[in-house]
C-alpha cells in the first residue's frame, strides 16, 4: 500500500528556517517525480517544487532561493528545506507523488506550518 | 507558464443534478490535465487524468473531457458525498500550476 507521511510543521517566526519530511511507503521516492504542495488556509492548492527521477529540480517563483527540496534514498523520504520565511508562507504542505501521466497520484495528510511571530 | 481559470468558482447544485466544472488554459496545451476533489481538512483525491481517464475507484457518474484550450469535469448525478472544492491542474509544462478551484455546495 502506498502512504505518504509528513513530519516537521509548526510555529516558527519570520526570517526563521523549518524542514519537513515526508516519509514514502509502497514506492521508491528516487524512482518518481515527488512534489510539495501547499495551501494557505481557506485558500487553493499552490504548486511549491518538485525533484525529478533524475535529480532536477524546479520551484515556484514564489519560493525560489529560499526552500530546497532534497530526496534521501536510503530511507526513502523527501524533505523540503524552508529557510528566510514570511508570513505568506504559513500553510498547509502537502508531499505529493507525481506530476506524471496520473497528475499527483498519492498525498499525504499535510503538515501545517504557521509562521508568525 | 499556462494558467487555469477555473468556473464558475462556486456552485449550488442538488442532489441529483447534472453539473458541469470548466477549466481554461491561458494557451493550447496537450492533455496533460487532472481534476482532484478535495473535501475539507483532507488531501486532494484524483479523480481524472489525461483529462478523460477516470481514476481507479472512482465512481463512473464522474467524467472529463476537452482538449487545446477547454476542458470539463462532468458529475453525471450529484450525491451527497460529492460536496466539495474541485481542482482541475495542468501538467503541461512547468509550473504545473492548479486552478483557483469550484467550490460545489449543497441547495
Known amino acids: 500500500e502506498v502512504q505518504l507521511v509528513e513530519s516537521g510543521g509548526g510555529l516558527v517566526q519570520p526570517g526563521g528556517s523549518l524542514r519537513l519530511s515526508c516519509a514514502a511507503s509502497?514506492?521508491?521516492?528516487?524512482?518518481?517525480?515527488m512534489s510539495w504542495v501547499r495551501q494557505a488556509p481557506g485558500k487553493g492548492l499552490e504548486w511549491v517544487s518538485v525533484?525529478?527521477?533524475?535529480?532536477?529540480?524546479y520551484y515556484a517563483d514564489s519560493v525560489k532561493g529560499r526552500f530546497i527540496i532534497s530526496r534521501d534514498s536510503s530511507k526513502n523520504t523527501l524533505s523540503l528545506q524552508m529557510n528566510s520565511l514570511r508570513a505568506e508562507d504559513t500553510a498547509v504542505y502537502y508531499c505529493?507523488?507525481?506530476?506524471?501521466?496520473?497528475?499527483?497520484?498519492?498525498w499525504g495528510q499535510g503538515a501545517l506550518v504557521t509562521v508568525s511571530s | 507558464a499556462i494558467q487555469l481559470t477555473q468556473s464558475p468558482s462556486s456552485l449550488s447544485a442538488s442532489v441529483g443534478d447534472r453539473v458541469t466544472i470548466t477549466c481554461r488554459a491561458s494557451?493550447?496545451?496537450?492533455?496533460?490535465l487532472v481534476w482532484y476533489q478535495q473535501k475539507s481538512g483532507k488531501a486532494p483525491k484524483l479523480l481524472i487524468y489525461d483529462a478523460s481517464s477516470l481514476e481507479s475507484g472512482v465512481p463512473s457518474r464522474f467524467s472529463g473531457s476537452g482538449s487545446g484550450t477547454d476542458f470539463t469535469l462532468t458529475i453525471s448525478s450529484l450525491q451527497p458525498e460529492d460536496f466539495a472544492t474541485y481542482y482541475c491542474q495542468q501538467y503541461n509544462s512547468y509550473p504545473p500550476h492548479f486552478g483557483q478551484g469550484t467550490r460545489l455546495e449543497i441547495k
Open positions: 525533484i525529478y527521477s533524475a535529480g532536477s529540480t
Open positions: 505529493a507523488r507525481g506530476p506524471m501521466i496520473r497528475g499527483h497520484d498519492y
Open positions: 494557451q493550447g496545451m496537450t492533455n496533460a
Open positions: 509502497g514506492f521508491t521516492v528516487s524512482s518518481n517525480f
